[in-house]
């Protein structure tokens, strides 16, 4: 359905993210499937025994609330989540929900169930994502259109919600119109990247209008479900909703740049796929809204359907140019300002651990850039 990302509601009282300045409740206990990567491997948020526990936990809940009578629709609901995953925005609910104690403990059941509910959301936008991309993998399988048509993937995509609305609702009226609401984001941010597509005019503001909605706004519920699921404050929980809400910014413009500085080994996909499809990121803006002879050429370059030469071309042309840099300046405003939101959740392990998780995002384009 939506998300042109690998990795992405912001509660409608909650500031937006402007450019900044400087079946019923189910949790289960188990093993996670070797494929399965939670989140990145160095992630101090993972390293906390107890996150590392509940996302088994996660891993067991998912595969029980996609599980029918219907072994066909089952086979089909579960086929990327065995497949694996990262995992990262049940982590981050868990993390959040950490915060209310020191020391990190395990989970309750309504925060597993929250965790899961938001996961189901971004698996069913993969599914959607996949038939409009007219992909052919995901997470290094066939991908559930190519192997089975686009109608059982749309319709395996609209299950996967349906799942993920029961399990909110499950856990009250405020989770269940978060939830609406963040579909509703994520339908909106991608409507704005599509309305842009082969843009050469478009603009910062509306790059950064569509990816708040397609990517930010579910970390930001991610967040914001850990925290009212674990009792936390009003206070608290906006915190909680900031701090998603940034770093999913922080997430969305790390993931842009890799794609135009990465190989195609470092990322595990083609690089590049963001030039092809005519989504033009933050550093393509810059880049041409710099001016001078690269962003001619660039200009003349874009703008229409391209092929592998005029990619690489094009991909050369803003890799060398200060709009990386700067534009990795930005991720790292967002990353700054996630972290300072969670001063308001007071001192604890998890806070320490999703801080150094923020951190960490950036570590994986500092080595490329």
Same mark, same amino acid.
């Given at each position: 359905?939506?998300?042109?990302? +690998?990795?992405?509601? *912001? ?78 925005? !049940? #982590? ?10 020191? %020391? ?40 559930? +259109?190519?192997?089975?048509? +686009?109608? $059982? #993937? ?5 299950? *996967? ?30 409507? *704005? %990247? ?27 519920? #991610? ?15 906006? &915190? ?64 229409? !359907? ?26 790292? $405003?967002?990353?700054?300002? #996630? ?7 007071? !001192? ?9 998780? &923020? ?11």
């Amino acid at each position: 359905m939506w998300v042109k990302c +690998n990795h992405g509601l *912001l509660d409608r009282g909650t500031p937006g993210a402007e450019p900044p300045s400087g079946a019923g409740r189910i949790a289960g206990s188990g093993t996670l499937p070797p494929r399965v990567q939670v989140v990145a491997p160095a992630s101090p948020l993972v390293a906390l025994p107890s996150v590392a526990a509940d996302l088994a936990r996660v891993e067991t809940t998912l595969l029980a609330s996609v599980t029918t009578e219907d072994s066909y629709l089952t086979e089909l609901a579960s086929h990327l989540i065995r497949a694996g995953g990262k995992r990262g925005r !049940p #982590a981050f609910a868990i993390g959040i929900a950490g915060t209310r104690l020191p %020391e990190m403990e395990p989970g309750s059941d309504d925060v597993i169930t929250g965790a899961v509910a938001v996961e189901l959301v971004h698996l069913g936008s993969l599914y959607h994502d996949d038939v409009m991309d007219e992909a052919t993998t995901r997470r290094t399988v066939e991908s559930v +259109n190519a192997k089975w048509g +686009n109608l $059982q #993937a749309i319709l395996a995509g609209d299950f *996967l919600l349906a799942r993920a609305s029961e399990l909110a609702a499950s856990l009250g009226t405020e989770i269940a119109g978060l939830l609406a609401r963040t579909i509703g984001r994520l339908c909106e941010g991608q409507i *704005l %990247e599509l309305e842009h597509t082969y843009s050469i005019t478009r603009t910062e503001a509306a790059y950064f209008k569509s990816i708040e909605g397609k990517t930010a706004s579910l970390y930001s519920t #991610a967040c914001r479900v850990g925290a009212i699921t674990a009792g936390l404050s009003r206070s608290e929980i906006e &915190a909680a909703t900031r701090f998603g809400l940034r770093y999913g910014m922080a997430f969305q413009i790390v993931d842009d740049i890799l794609d135009l500085v990465a190989t195609d080994e470092q990322l595990g996909k083609p690089a590049g796929h963001d030039l092809i499809e005519g989504v033009y990121t933050l550093p393509v803006i810059r880049t041409i809204a710099a001016g001078g002879p690269d962003a001619d050429r660039l200009r003349s370059l874009l703008g229409h !359907p391209i092929g592998e030469a005029v990619m690489r071309e094009a991909r050369a042309i803003v890799r060398e140019s200060p709009a990386i840099g700067s534009s990795l300046q930005v991720a790292h $405003q967002y990353v700054a300002d #996630a972290t300072a939101a969670l001063d308001a959740l007071g !001192p604890s392990e998890a806070a320490t651990a999703l801080a150094g998780a &923020a951190d960490h995002l950036l570590e994986s384009v500092r080595a490329i850039v």
